[in-house]
Structure formats: C-alpha cells, structure tokens
C-alpha cells in the first residue's frame, strides 16, 4: 500500500465518479509509488539511442488507449503495428483503456507492489496526466532522448503545458486538435461567429441547438468562459477561485437566457458528443461540435456526419490542446515503449495520422523545423476541406486552463443548468 498521511486507498476511490477521483488529487490526496525504477544496469540513462533500441528489439509493448474508434484502432492495428514489428521487430498490442480507468489500474499496480503492470504505453492528457504525476506513475524525463523530439517545438505553450501543467518530459505530445462547432451548411449558410450572434441564432430557431454534458460540450463552456473572464489568457496560470466564480457567473446568466430555446427546452442534454452527432446526423440539431478540428472531415468519411457538415471556430477562441504519450515507471518494455514512441512522433507517422481518411488528428511537429518536404506535405493535407487552415485557427487557440475548471464545470453545469431545469 501506499505510506504517508496523505495516501488513498483504491478501494474508496473506485467507488467515485472520474470527476470526484480527479476532485480528491487536486485537494492533496498524494501517492507515492512503491514500483522499482528501472536500474542503470538494466537501461541505464546514458544509453545510446542505438542501444535503446538494440533492447527494444523483440519486445511486446502494450499501448493503453481509448478504443472507441474505427479508424484510429485501423491506424494504429493497420499502419502502425507492421512497421514497427517489421522496422524494430517490436509487436504492439492495444489495450482498451482511457482516463480514469488508466489511472485505476495504474494504481491498483502501484498499491499491490507489482514490479511490472499491464501497460508500457499509454495515452493521457489533462487531469490523468495530473494524477499519474501525483502518483509518481510515469516514468521520465524521456522526452529529449527521442531523435524526433527535435521536430517538436517545445517552447509552443499548446505542446509544452498539458492543463497549465509543464509536461517535464513525462510525457510526449502526440496529436494537437483545437475545437471547432460543426453546422448544417444548408441550413445555416452564414453561421453565427460571436456569442450574442450565437445567442441571437438560438432564440431565432428554438431547439435547434444544444451541447452534450459530456467532455465535449464542458470544452465548449470552457471556451466561453475565457470571453466571461475576459478575453484570450484571462484563465491562464493556476486556479483562481473569484476570477472563476465571477465568470462562471456570468456563464450560467448567459446559457439560462438561452435554455427554453435549445433542442428539448434544455430539460435535457446528450450524454456525449456521439449522441450529440447522431442529433445533426437525423436533422434534429443544425449544430454539433468537436474537440479536434480536424475531425469533421473524418467524420463525413464515415458517414457518421452528412456532406455538409462544415466546421467553423467562434470569434472569441476555441479551446486548442495536445494529448500525449506516457510510460509508466512500472513498465516491463521501456525501451520498447520509447522507440514506439519515437516512431509515432516522426513526420511519416504523423502525416499519415493526420490524413482525414485515416484519423485527421493534428499532427505536433513544427512544420519550421522540419525538412522541406515533411513542412510542405504538413502543410497542406489532402482530404481537409471542411474547415479552415490550421494556421487560421491558430490565431484564435485558448489554452486550457487549470483541471480544477474542468471539475468545477461539471457540477456546476448540473447544479446551475440541468437540476433547474426540473
């Protein structure tokens, strides 16, 4: 088990929501990790990366990811896998796994002492990776010892800050998406572009727009509620409790003003945003929305959103992040894992990534410090015509803020919007 005053207990844990688990890190719950760090005779930290990858040759790494789509598992089972094990002679496995549950399990492996756990790999951004770093649970700084990192630009703030939190090469950026709405362009041709239009479209064409209560729609209040607060990096640095509760004020007056008008009355939301698709995929909604801007066109391929579904960013910002690849420090194939890594970070891998008939993730490479060739085919992506550039995007990325915002958004958004509405 874990020692000190301040340890949890994954029993209590397990027994909360992912928001009051995140909600007990953040208000001191502190874990120490009793897994060996791997010793200098078994990988020591002056290795070569040609000994690195020497001892990854052979090895199994298994990836913790979120397995909910299609194409991306096709990505990474397709694409990824055979040129690993053909390149590196290294088999990689997915593993379903995403958020808090990634985080239980690595705490299960943590309490119970386990010298190895289930994953070498796994994908994190945010409150997870804030939690896993409470824990001790990543293994690092590994992030200057990959050959590709010298394609990432890690004095970008939207690479080197996961949540307002410095990544200290823990772990390494992966994808970079900004959220954009989606609107039926047939029936909205001139889409509203700042939060009074927006307010003005939804009073003028009742029920025709809503949010999901899920991720999704709390990343959409989180962009609104930097204009509440202010502007562009109002919400910047750690959490202000007054600077929040002012604005979020301001937010509730804002989002009940419209309530009567959203899909439903606003008696009731979607759960997620794939519900939220399915709402503007049947016509019910003229509006969905995406934390990776890059997705609509993936989506049209599918056939999971229409033909005419476009993508469109408010004037006021979107929230822009990167999501992430971390090792854990109890991790059986580390070498393994960072040459996985290093592949998966190289402009092939990311321009092939970032092809909307494959995922349409945005790729983490400055296209300044790439060679020609990778800079202009990163640059111009086939497939991508159902949203802006994402150098005009970029001119209006938020960064996100503090985890707490994202906790306080949830029970707030239930207390204040949905419980009032019953």
């Given at each position: 088990?874990?020692?000190?005053?301040?340890?949890?207990?994954?029993?209590?844990?397990?027994?909360?929501?992912?928001?009051?688990?995140?909600?007990?890190?953040?208000?001191?719950?502190?874990?120490?990790?009793?897994?060996?760090?791997?010793?200098?005779?078994?990988?020591?930290?002056?290795?070569?990366?040609?000994?690195?990858?020497?001892?990854?040759?052979g090895?199994?790494?298994?990836?913790?990811?979120?397995?909910?789509?299609?194409?991306?598992?096709?990505?990474?089972?397709?694409?990824?896998?055979?040129?690993?094990?053909?390149?590196?002679?290294?088999?990689?496995?997915?593993?379903?796994?995403?958020?808090?549950?990634?985080?239980?399990r690595?705490?299960?492996?943590?309490?119970?002492?386990?010298?190895?756990?289930?994953?070498?790999?796994?994908?994190?951004?945010?409150?997870?990776?804030?939690?896993?770093?409470?824990?001790?649970?990543?293994?690092?700084?590994?992030?200057?010892?990959?050959?590709?990192?010298?394609?990432i630009?890690?004095?970008?703030?939207?690479?080197?800050?996961?949540?307002?939190?410095?990544?200290?090469?823990?772990?390494?950026?992966?994808?970079?998406?900004?959220?954009?709405?989606i609107c039926?362009?047939?029936?909205?041709?001139?889409?509203?572009?700042?939060?009074?239009?927006?307010?003005?479209?939804?009073?003028?064409?009742?029920?025709?727009?809503t949010?999901?209560?899920?991720?999704?729609?709390?990343?959409?209040?989180?962009?609104?509620?930097?204009?509440?607060?202010?502007?562009?990096?109002?919400?910047?640095?750690?959490?202000?409790?007054?600077?929040?509760?002012?604005?979020?004020?301001?937010?509730?007056?804002?989002?009940?003003?419209?309530?009567?008008?959203?899909?439903?009355?606003?008696?009731?939301?979607?759960?997620?945003?794939?519900?939220?698709?399915?709402?503007?995929?049947?016509?019910?909604?003229?509006?969905?929305?995406?934390?990776?801007?890059?997705?609509?066109?993936?989506?049209?391929?599918?056939?999971?959103?229409?033909?005419?579904?476009?993508?469109?960013?408010?004037?006021?910002?979107s929230?822009?992040?990167?999501?992430?690849?971390?090792?854990?420090?109890?991790?059986?194939?580390?070498?393994?894992?960072?040459?996985?890594v290093?592949?998966?970070?190289?402009?092939?891998?990311?321009?092939?990534?970032a092809?909307?008939?494959?995922?349409?993730?945005?790729?983490v490479?400055?296209?300044?410090?790439?060679?020609?060739?990778?800079?202009?085919?990163?640059?111009?992506?086939?497939?991508?015509?159902?949203?802006?550039?994402?150098?005009?995007?970029?001119?209006?990325?938020?960064?996100?803020?503090?985890p707490?915002?994202?906790?306080?958004?949830?029970?707030?958004?239930?207390?204040?919007?949905?419980?009032?509405?019953?």
């Amino acid at each position: 088990m874990f020692r000190g005053e301040n340890a949890c207990s994954f029993t209590a844990l397990r027994l909360f929501s992912p928001a009051v688990v995140i909600a007990l890190f953040l208000s001191g719950c502190t874990s120490k990790s009793t897994a060996p760090e791997l010793s200098d005779s078994d990988f020591p930290e002056q290795a070569t990366w040609d000994e690195v990858i020497r001892k990854a040759q052979g090895k199994t790494v298994h990836i913790g990811m979120w397995d909910g789509d299609p194409m991306i598992n096709a990505y990474i089972r397709d694409w990824v896998a055979p040129r690993l094990l053909k390149e590196h002679g290294i088999t990689l496995q997915q593993i379903g796994s995403q958020g808090a549950a990634t985080v239980s399990r690595l705490m299960v492996d943590l309490e119970s002492g386990r010298s190895t756990g289930d994953f070498d790999l796994v994908w994190i951004n945010g409150e997870n990776f804030y939690q896993l770093r409470k824990m001790q649970a990543l293994y690092g700084p590994f992030t200057d010892r990959l050959p590709n990192s010298r394609y990432i630009d890690w004095m970008n703030p939207f690479i080197a800050m996961d949540f307002q939190q410095t990544v200290d090469g823990y772990e390494c950026p992966w994808g970079n998406v900004q959220q954009a709405l989606i609107c039926n362009s047939e029936h909205v041709p001139e889409p509203p572009r700042t939060l009074d239009q927006l307010a003005a479209w939804i009073h003028q064409h009742p029920g025709r727009f809503t949010i999901d209560n899920g991720f999704t729609g709390m990343t959409f209040l989180k962009s609104l509620l930097y204009e509440f607060a202010g502007g562009r990096d109002s919400l910047n640095g750690p959490f202000d409790e007054a600077k929040y509760l002012a604005a979020s004020a301001k937010l509730w007056t804002w989002l009940r003003e419209v309530q009567p008008h959203l899909w439903r009355q606003g008696e009731t939301f979607p759960e997620n945003v794939a519900q939220l698709h399915q709402l503007f995929s049947n016509d019910e909604v003229d509006f969905t929305m995406s934390n990776n801007d890059g997705e609509v066109d993936n989506k049209v391929l599918q056939g999971v959103l229409p033909e005419h579904a476009k993508a469109f960013v408010l004037e006021s910002g979107s929230i822009r992040n990167s999501h992430y690849l971390g090792i854990p420090v109890n991790a059986a194939n580390k070498a393994a894992a960072m040459v996985v890594v290093n592949f998966l970070i190289s402009p092939e891998a990311q321009l092939q990534k970032a092809m909307p008939a494959v995922w349409g993730d945005g790729t983490v490479l400055s296209t300044e410090l790439l060679p020609e060739e990778w800079k202009n085919k990163l640059e111009h992506i086939d497939g991508r015509t159902r949203v802006p550039p994402r150098s005009e995007l970029e001119r209006s990325a938020l960064m996100e803020p503090a985890p707490e915002i994202m906790i306080r958004l949830n029970e707030d958004f239930r207390r204040e919007i949905i419980e009032r509405a019953r």
